[in-house]
């Protein structure tokens, strides 16, 4: 039988190594640091922070390439700092996690531009580094332009996509679960043996996109297999997600959207017989919260004088495959079939009360956002969390930078107190790894209800 739901919030603060993530522009307030995404100082200060509100973690989005379908080209993308530049987030986990103790770092890296041999290393010693506080989300790109900075002629088409991920996690699984038999590595100083080469076993995989032969090149990490995230929310992401994921994260304007998301995933990790309660479901949301509903208002008008209205139709064209430059602002968004984000087409087209026009997308709105937008006091954001939670079946948030640092301090300092005083949020962290504070019952490894278990020597 599934356990029940659990009601303590799931919350990490939602991130990316660039100058504006999901709101363009905002790097020009006054108050804002953004524009220093790329000092380590930066990163290591928002680390203390959120572990001092004992968040569950940092998560770091990512995009490989630029986003050039607006008007056909990067210059509004540039312009504003949209997602570009951009850093490559697994460099900054080394410096915010030797400044913390207990808060998880989840890094978002294309499969689809790396190959399964280098990446198990490279996220092994993430894990070894992080002392098992380290999470992947995979995801398998979206931009044409960083296909062809690959020397690609395109992308693959959607579907092909998860085909693809489908044989780059076989091969991975091999390199991270049985290549290295428990105990191989013994450091034993007086016989002078490291690790046992018996026990360590070389992968020979051979698939219809990669191909895998030798041993992996890193010791087994704390939890072998870093905790999965994912973030495709369409039918074939779904599908993906029920068999691979632990913890997905989704967009929806409405609580009804959203439910509809929840309930395919947990559908689809029960026919891969899994736990549906084994995936977590966190929602994007954008918090402006303040000592009082009328100053957080004022935050949200203030905010909004230095949205970028090209950087963010920048955004929403890359993120639809669909040129927005070619609409007037008061154009209904239409659908269309493409190659993109076929969640975020659905969702601003069809999941919304009625149709959005393009101006719409450009405000701190459910529909500008595609997620909620939880404006108010503490106590109004923290009623208008549990009223999500209640309709959605959601564990928790992904909660969208606005200004920094003061956005990550007002969740910490202001809202954080009030979750917790109601018992919605933890008042202090779990041990272990990120998979044993995320899922208590469990241990550190991959379940043995996880496809990825049954490679484990």
Not at 50 to 71: H, K, N, S
Not at 314 to 329: E, P
């Amino acid at each position: 039988m599934s356990r029940q739901p659990r009601r303590e919030l799931r919350l990490n603060s939602f991130q990316m190594a660039a100058p504006s993530h999901n709101w363009a522009g905002l790097w020009k307030h006054p108050r804002d640091n953004q524009a220093q995404y790329h000092q380590l100082r930066y990163w290591a200060d928002m680390a203390r922070t959120a572990e001092r509100g004992l968040l569950d973690g940092i998560f770091i989005a990512d995009v490989f390439g630029i986003y050039d379908v607006y008007a056909g080209n990067a210059d509004a993308a540039l312009a504003a700092g949209a997602q570009s530049p951009q850093l490559d987030p697994t460099m900054l986990i080394s410096a915010m996690a030797l400044v913390t103790e207990h808060i998880g770092f989840g890094v978002t890296s294309s499969l689809s531009n790396d190959h399964p041999f280098s990446f198990a290393r490279r996220f092994s010693t993430l894990d070894h580094l992080t002392h098992g506080r380290l999470g992947w989300n995979i995801v398998t790109g979206y931009l044409e332009s960083g296909a062809r900075g690959l020397g690609r002629d395109s992308l693959r088409d959607h579907d092909e996509r998860y085909d693809v991920a489908e044989d780059f996690m076989a091969a991975i699984y091999q390199l991270w679960e049985g290549s290295w038999e428990a105990g191989a590595a013994v450091r034993d100083k007086d016989s002078g043996v490291f690790s046992h080469p018996e026990r360590v076993h070389a992968v020979a995989h051979d698939g219809p996109y990669y191909r895998v032969h030798g041993r992996a090149l890193a010791e087994p990490s704390p939890q072998r297999t870093p905790l999965l995230y994912q973030a495709g929310s369409s039918a074939r992401g779904q599908q993906f997600a029920g068999r691979h994921a632990e913890a997905c994260f989704i967009n929806g304007p409405t609580p009804a959207a959203a439910a509809k998301s929840v309930k395919a995933l947990r559908d689809s990790a029960r026919d891969a017989g899994r736990d549906p309660y084994d995936l977590l479901a966190l929602l994007g949301a954008t918090v402006i919260v303040a000592p009082t509903n009328a100053e957080a208002q004022d935050l949200r008008d203030e905010y909004r004088r230095y949205l970028d209205s090209a950087g963010q139709l920048a955004l929403v064209s890359g993120w639809t495959g669909m040129d927005l430059s070619r609409l007037g602002l008061d154009d209904v968004l239409p659908f269309a079939k493409t190659n993109a984000i076929q969640s975020t087409v659905e969702h601003l087209t069809r999941n919304t009360p009625q149709p959005p026009k393009v101006r719409d997308l450009l405000d701190f709105s459910p529909v500008g956002a595609r997620a909620p937008v939880f404006i108010g006091s503490p106590a109004d954001v923290a009623d208008q969390m549990a009223h999500w939670v209640a309709e959605s079946d959601i564990d928790g948030f992904n909660l969208v930078r606005t200004v920094m640092p003061e956005s990550l301090d007002a969740i910490v300092d202001l809202l954080i107190p009030e979750l917790q005083n109601r018992g919605m949020f933890k008042t202090r962290y779990a041990e272990g790894s990120l998979r044993e504070k995320l899922f208590p019952a469990g241990g550190q490894l991959l379940p043995a209800s996880h496809p990825g278990a049954a490679y484990r020597r």
